[in-house]
């Protein structure tokens, strides 16, 4: 299973962007899909889920502003994101819980794509 992210850039503060994560190989279905981040010098932190259902959670640093989607027919997982700030800035990764013939519910994770906010 292989995760491909997309849709990083630059853009200035008050913009939006629109992140993709999608999934291929030897998938079943896929439970959870989130996105995190990991700014330069800091932790990686979750930003938001979204479960098979539909459910959704945000990080308090994102809520109104960021929202999460998926695609179960593409394998693929959104993020919008409008009103950036420079404190959005930094690596945003996909991370996936898939479920594969004969084997236990296992996470996924994309590469990675650069989101830079200018002020």
């Known amino acids: 299973v292989q995760l491909q992210a997309s849709g990083g850039g630059l853009v200035q503060a008050g913009g939006s962007l629109r992140l993709s994560c999608a999934a291929s190989?030897?998938?079943?279905?896929?439970?959870?899909m989130g996105w995190y981040r990991q700014a330069p010098g800091k932790q990686r932190e979750l930003v938001a889920t979204?479960?098979?259902?539909?459910?959704?959670t945000y990080a308090d640093s994102v809520k109104g502003r960021f929202t999460i989607s998926r695609s179960n027919s593409r394998n693929t997982v959104y993020l919008q994101m409008n009103s950036l700030k420079p404190e959005d800035t930094a690596v945003y990764y996909c991370?996936?819980?898939?479920?594969?013939?004969?084997?236990?519910?296992?996470?996924?994770w994309g590469q990675g794509t650069l989101v830079t906010v200018s002020s």
């Open positions: 979204i479960s098979s259902g539909g459910s959704t």
């Open positions: 190989g030897s998938i079943l279905s896929i439970n959870d």
């Open positions: 991370k996936m819980q898939v479920n594969r013939w004969y084997v236990a519910p296992s996470d996924y």
